[in-house]
């Protein structure tokens, strides 16, 4: 299984950006996916989540600014960041919690990270 995560590059503040990460494999099902990032010296944080129903969560520092949403026919997911502001400047990694074929549990996948720089 492998998750390509896509879209980031240097944005001015309160430009947009939308991030794009494909699962594929031989997968049977995927739960959740979401987002995290990680700026420099500074631990992952938890971004955005969707549900396999369709339900989402956000951080507090991007509520409103930013939306998740998932294509399950192609195992892809997408954050839409609006507004960005310097402090979300980090590298995003797409998450997601993926049951392999023949499998009954699933398990955490993370792409390859793609980084968001933003200008003040």
């Known amino acids: 299984v492998q998750l390509q995560a896509c879209g980031g590059g240097l944005v001015q503040a309160g430009g947009s950006l939308r991030l794009s990460c494909a699962a594929s494999g031989w997968i049977s099902r995927i739960n959740d996916m979401g987002w995290y990032r990680q700026a420099p010296g500074k631990q992952r944080e938890l971004v955005a989540v969707?549900?396999?129903?369709?339900?989402?969560n956000y951080a507090d520092s991007v509520t409103g600014r930013c939306t998740i949403s998932r294509d399950s026919a192609k195992n892809t997911v997408y954050l839409q960041m609006n507004s960005l502001k310097p402090e979300d400047t980090a590298v995003y990694y797409c998450?997601?919690?993926?049951?392999?074929?023949?499998?009954?549990?699933?398990?955490?996948?993370w792409g390859q990270g793609t980084l968001v720089t933003v200008s003040s």
């Open positions: 998450n997601a919690k993926i049951v392999l074929a023949g499998r009954a549990q699933d398990s955490n996948y």
């Open positions: 969707i549900t396999r129903g369709g339900r989402t």
